[in-house]
């Protein structure tokens, strides 16, 4: 018996060495692979390629613990099978005294626009108020290095689903019930998405106020989107098997420890009842819209 106790540690013990060898060599083909891409962006010069004209704005926001890693995010989004017109960063007001210099590389393609601090609403309550109906307003998360076709796909199923709020992977929250798009990528309806037909949409008193809570944003689109009654459309339905097969996650570390905290750092524990009042909140808005209609 105690042999096979000390066989089973063993085996234990050979098993966790594996998992330790097998992370540190992850680790290490991340850095050289961020390394390589770093040298390489930097070195590029973005200006001297040739942009085609559309009306493609992708609108996205960061914060400290990411800014310095952002310029990867950038990089893949220009060599995009369709490269969009410009890119807009929105920034929080007066919380950068200086910038990373390498953004200076992408020259009059990149925008960065410093506006109210809305947390993560900022990747597109600003820009949705700044386009016009005809133009493609995408909106994406910031740590993520993009497939080629990204865009490409997106704009595809937009063509195909003219009312449909469009986005590259959708999910459904088994918590509330709700379908919901993700933030690595939204095509906008902006025919219902704007200032004049929704404007308690845009509203801080109501997404973050009312709610305490600042980063919820994939929540208040989706329980708006069912209020609206307007369909969701996802390039790839399966969120896990797509996000891990299309994308590539920069470093986040701290946001990760923060949605994992067992306190009340937990933003995890947070989100849970924002969209239970952010629920509350859209189908009062829309009983009312009703009432007045």
């Given at each position: 018996m105690?042999s096979?106790f000390?066989?089973?540690?063993?085996?234990g013990r050979m098993?966790?060495?594996?998992?330790?060898?097998q992370k540190?060599q992850?680790?290490?083909a991340e850095?050289?692979?961020?390394?390589?891409a770093n040298?390489?962006?930097?070195?590029?010069d973005?200006g001297?390629?040739?942009?085609l004209?559309n009306?493609?704005i992708v609108?996205?926001t960061?914060?400290?613990?990411r800014i310095d890693?952002?310029h990867?995010?950038?990089d893949s989004l220009?060599?995009?099978?369709?490269?969009p017109q410009e890119v807009?960063?929105?920034?929080?007001?007066?919380?950068?005294q200086?910038?990373?210099?390498?953004?200076?590389?992408?020259?009059s393609?990149?925008k960065?626009?410093?506006v109210?601090d809305l947390?993560t609403?900022?990747?597109?309550?600003p820009a949705?108020?700044?386009?016009?109906?005809h133009?493609?307003?995408i909106?994406?998360?910031?740590?993520?290095?993009y497939?080629p076709?990204?865009?490409?796909?997106?704009?595809?199923?937009k063509?195909?689903h003219q009312?449909?709020?469009i986005?590259?992977?959708?999910?459904q929250?088994?918590n509330?019930?709700?379908?919901s798009v993700a933030g690595?990528?939204?095509l906008?309806n902006?025919?219902?998405?704007?200032?004049e037909a929704?404007?308690?949409?845009?509203k801080?008193?109501l997404?973050?106020?009312?709610?305490?809570?600042?980063?919820n944003?994939d929540a208040?689109?989706?329980?708006y989107?069912?209020?609206?009654?307007?369909?969701i459309?996802?390039?790839y339905?399966?969120?896990?098997?797509a996000?891990l097969?299309?994308f590539?996650?920069?470093?986040?570390?701290?946001?990760?420890?923060?949605?994992t905290a067992p306190?009340e750092?937990n933003?995890?524990?947070?989100a849970?009842k924002?969209?239970?009042?952010m629920l509350e909140i859209v189908?009062?808005l829309?009983e009312k819209k009703h009432?007045?209609g």
């Amino acid at each position: 018996m105690f042999s096979k106790f000390r066989r089973l540690a063993y085996y234990g013990r050979m098993f966790l060495e594996n998992v330790r060898a097998q992370k540190k060599q992850m680790r290490h083909a991340e850095s050289r692979f961020l390394y390589e891409a770093n040298r390489r962006i930097l070195t590029t010069d973005y200006g001297a390629q040739k942009i085609l004209q559309n009306d493609i704005i992708v609108s996205c926001t960061t914060h400290r613990d990411r800014i310095d890693y952002i310029h990867y995010m950038l990089d893949s989004l220009f060599f995009q099978t369709i490269r969009p017109q410009e890119v807009r960063l929105y920034l929080t007001q007066g919380e950068y005294q200086s910038l990373p210099l390498v953004f200076e590389n992408f020259g009059s393609w990149l925008k960065i626009i410093e506006v109210e601090d809305l947390g993560t609403f900022k990747k597109f309550i600003p820009a949705l108020q700044d386009v016009s109906r005809h133009q493609t307003l995408i909106s994406l998360d910031d740590d993520l290095i993009y497939p080629p076709d990204f865009i490409k796909k997106l704009v595809d199923l937009k063509a195909r689903h003219q009312d449909s709020m469009i986005t590259y992977l959708a999910w459904q929250n088994s918590n509330h019930g709700f379908a919901s798009v993700a933030g690595c990528g939204i095509l906008w309806n902006l025919d219902v998405f704007n200032t004049e037909a929704n404007p308690d949409f845009f509203k801080k008193e109501l997404f973050i106020d009312a709610v305490g809570y600042r980063n919820n944003d994939d929540a208040w689109i989706g329980i708006y989107c069912q209020g609206l009654g307007v369909d969701i459309k996802a390039v790839y339905e399966d969120y896990d098997e797509a996000y891990l097969n299309n994308f590539l996650p920069l470093p986040s570390e701290r946001l990760h420890a923060i949605s994992t905290a067992p306190s009340e750092l937990n933003i995890a524990s947070y989100a849970y009842k924002a969209e239970a009042r952010m629920l509350e909140i859209v189908k009062e808005l829309m009983e009312k819209k009703h009432k007045i209609g």
